[in-house]
T-cell receptor, first 116, second 117 residues
Framework: AQSVTQLGSHVSVSEGALVLLRCNYS??????LFWYVQYPNQGLQLLLK??????LVKGINGFEAEFKKSETSFHLTKPSAHMSDAAEYFC??????????????FGTGTLLAVQP | KAGVTQTPRYLIKTRGQQVTLSCSPI?????VSWYQQTPGQGLQFLFE???????NKGNFPGRFSGRQFSNSRSEMNVSTLELGDSALYLC????????????????FGPGTRLTVL
């Protein structure tokens, strides 16, 4: 079965500091991996996705993530945090079903706080 | 293109009642998925519809059901509401026409906040 684990339910950084949100996955077949962001009272917005192409994936708002098969990790980073980055971030996995399903399995989320 | 719309945005019901939530996908999208988000259980997959057929279902009791219409709009219904059904219900749409080498990016709506008293 596929699953993702997000380490740290709350992360606090200073404005301008490095953001690192951790995600480890478990999958018996090549996974597709995603990071979504959720702002208060809103739905989920896709930040970036890994779909077996380049292992370093760049997303929106300056975020990027690196797929490391040996570590089964897909950590999200941003070199310099901005106040507007404060939100909840979800890592998710889906199987490469060849388009037969869109089912996403989400991690428990990491709430990012950015201190001025 | 207009995004995914969900109605109503907020809903208050009492235990034992039933509720119907609606989701209108992005124009041209044929796949609609539903998720339940709660503080305790997080984001959980409910079901997915593609071209009016349910093609995947999560581990929820039979009180949770859904359907999709010919225009791809989808509804989900929860009967005999329980306190634990209080949640944010999110709908996501995609083209649903991926291949082995591609992925159908999903676009989420703002959700319907259901409160069961």
């Amino acid at each position: 079965a596929q699953s993702v684990t997000q380490l740290g339910s709350h992360v606090s950084v200073s404005e301008g500091a490095l953001v690192l949100l951790r995600c480890n996955y478990s999958s018996s077949v090549p996974p597709y991996l995603f990071w979504y962001v959720q702002y208060p009272n809103q739905g989920l917005q896709l930040l970036l996705k890994y779909t077996s192409a380049a292992t370093l994936v760049k997303g929106i708002n300056g975020f990027e993530a690196e797929f490391k098969k040996s570590e089964t990790s897909f950590h999200l980073t941003k070199p310099s945090a901005h106040m507007s980055d404060a939100a909840e971030y979800f890592c998710a996995v889906t199987l490469n079903y060849g388009g037969a399903t869109n089912k996403l399995i989400f991690g428990t989320g990491t709430l990012l706080a950015v201190q001025p | 293109k207009a995004g995914v719309t969900q109605t109503p945005r907020y809903l208050i019901k009492t235990r034992g009642q039933q509720v119907t939530l609606s989701c209108s996908p992005i124009s041209g999208h044929r796949s609609v998925s539903w998720y339940q988000q709660t503080p305790g259980q997080g984001l959980q997959f409910l079901f997915e519809y593609f071209s009016e057929t349910q093609r995947n279902k999560g581990n929820f009791p039979g009180r949770f059901s859904g359907r999709q219409f010919s225009n791809s709009r989808s509804e989900m219904n929860v009967s005999t509401l329980e306190l634990g059904d209080s949640a944010l219900y999110l709908c996501a749409s995609s083209s649903g026409q991926g291949t082995l080498s591609s992925y159908n990016e999903q676009f989420f709506g703002p959700g319907t906040r259901l409160t069961v008293l």
